[in-house]
């Protein structure tokens, strides 16, 4: 377990560990990192948005509308009162390239970043990930096939950013790919295999809470992440999610999940008569394994550049643990 806790950061700032003596017990919290209301172009006001989140299981929320920060304080006075549910402030900076686009979360951020422009998709992606950073901000980058705005190209090398979206819940963001264009996962595959480490995240990206069910609307509940912490603050989520300590789901859960120096081992919570399938995958998005085993154990045979798991259940709905390098971890 403490292993995990203690991943070494390939890229970016120094790492994060908790400390020995922290003996609270880790549990996992459910979140969504991509939220927007009638402070942008969602079509509730916040504390709905908040009320719907909390009403449906989840721990923590972050409300990201377009270039605008949502004051948090009011409403975690009202809904968190109890610790139970935590909002996390945020903002979904929103910025453009030669009308593509590049949208990026800031999440836990001090103040509100304006967007900074660049030369080309990536100079875009760096500046703003500066912003985010310098204002006290833990950076992703958002559906990168929205609009086919970028591909690994664009994220390799991108300083301080260490996590996009692997699935993001709004309708138009070609998340599988499609026409030649690879999906998130195989732009995933693309950065890792460079050795850069990359964290996926998966996101509702909110627009409506109004007429459920209705096609082409981004509903919530679609895709979230599951970060394991000691307690449901803001630092200790963000940590989690900055060390790679979570994993993201349309509806896989996990029971339990540890990466050591030897092996990756995912316990599945099982329902009812679902079945699943578990694929370790490696360096240019090579399928390593496949198991129908629970737990589904990979061992690290020493020469893989980095290992992540994907369980895929028979109903379509899939769950990403984050990549580890075991080179790193001896
Ligand atoms: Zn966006
Ligand atoms: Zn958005």
Not at 180 to 197: A, N, R
Request: net charge neutral.
């Amino acid at each position: 377990m403490r292993r995990l806790l203690s991943l070494i950061l390939l890229v970016g700032l120094a790492s994060i560990n908790v400390s020995p003596e922290d003996s609270r017990p880790l549990r996992w919290y459910k979140g969504n990192t991509h939220t927007h209301t009638l402070n942008s172009d969602g079509d509730v006001a916040p504390d709905e948005a908040v009320r719907w989140y909390r009403g449906h299981g989840y721990h923590f929320l972050v409300l990201s509308d377009h270039n605008f920060l949502t004051d948090t304080a009011g409403l975690n006075a009202v809904f968190g009162a109890e610790g139970k549910f935590l909002l996390i402030p945020g903002e979904e900076i929103t910025d453009e390239f030669e009308k593509l686009p590049v949208h990026i979360n800031g999440l836990g951020l001090r103040r509100l970043v304006e967007p900074r422009g660049g030369t080309s998709v990536a100079d875009a992606i760096q500046r703003n990930v500066e912003a985010i950073r310098k204002a006290g901000g833990l950076p992703h980058f958002n559906h990168p096939n929205f609009v086919w705005a970028a591909g690994a190209a664009d994220l390799k090398g991108i300083k301080g950013l260490r996590h996009f979206e692997i699935f993001n819940g709004h309708p138009q963001v070609n998340n599988l790919g499609g026409g030649g264009f690879p999906g998130t996962e195989e732009i995933w595959d693309g950065v890792l295999s460079s050795g850069q480490l990359l964290y996926g995240l998966a996101t509702d990206d909110t627009h409506n809470f109004k007429a459920p069910g209705e096609a082409g609307k981004a509903w919530p509940g679609r895709g979230w992440i599951m970060v394991r912490a000691a307690r449901l603050t803001a630092v200790d989520l963000l940590q989690a999610i900055e060390r790679g300590d979570f994993y993201s789901s349309t509806g896989v859960i996990l029971k339990d999940y540890q990466a050591g120096e030897r092996e990756i081992r995912i316990t599945i919570a099982e329902t009812g008569k679902t079945k699943h399938a578990v694929r370790f995958i490696g360096k240019g998005g090579a399928v390593l394994a496949e198991t129908f085993d629970n737990p589904a154990v990979y061992t690290f045979k020493g020469d893989e550049l980095y290992v992540r798991a994907k369980v895929i259940d028979s109903n379509g709905l899939v769950a990403w643990t984050q990549p580890v390098f075991p080179e790193s971890r001896r």
